[in-house]
């Protein structure tokens, strides 16, 4: 069993920045794959980015690219999403996730969310 934790979100103006962290419980948060979804008002929850075991490999959706960024820390049990020039359109709930593939998966493909941490950046 794994539980995770979201903290960082809060209200940004465009163009500024968020940390997001996760914080895993549990002895196995390296043997797994970790990423972030998020779902804006009445929209579907989308995935965002992913990071291998490692944090060798990472995988992030055209829209985020060049301004988000995901590292890991196994020692810590702690996956982070730095989002910079945010914009407007990055408003939403933000979910960290824990699964045994990387990619851009699906909901169905999840082993673990956390709770979700919002993330409102005003125009």
């Known amino acids: 069993q794994v539980q995770l934790v979201e903290s960082g979100g809060g209200l940004v103006q465009a163009g500024g920045s968020l940390r997001l962290s996760c914080a895993a419980s549990?002895?196995?948060?390296?043997?797994?794959?970790m990423g972030w979804f998020r779902q804006a008002p009445g929209k579907e929850r989308e995935f965002v980015a992913c990071?291998?075991?490692?944090?060798?490999?990472?995988y992030y959706i055209d829209s985020v690219k060049g301004r988000f960024t995901i590292s890991r820390d196994n020692a810590k049990n702690t996956v982070y999403l730095q989002m910079n020039s945010l914009k407007p359109e990055d408003t939403a709930v933000y979910y960290c996730?824990?699964?045994?593939?990387?990619?851009?998966?699906?909901?169905?493909?999840?082993?673990?969310w956390g709770q979700g941490t919002q993330v409102i950046v005003s125009s």
């Open positions: 549990g002895r196995t948060f390296s043997s797994y794959v």
């Open positions: 996730y824990a699964s045994r593939l990387f990619g851009r998966i699906s909901i169905g493909e999840i082993d673990y």
């Open positions: 990071i291998t075991r490692s944090g060798s490999a990472t």
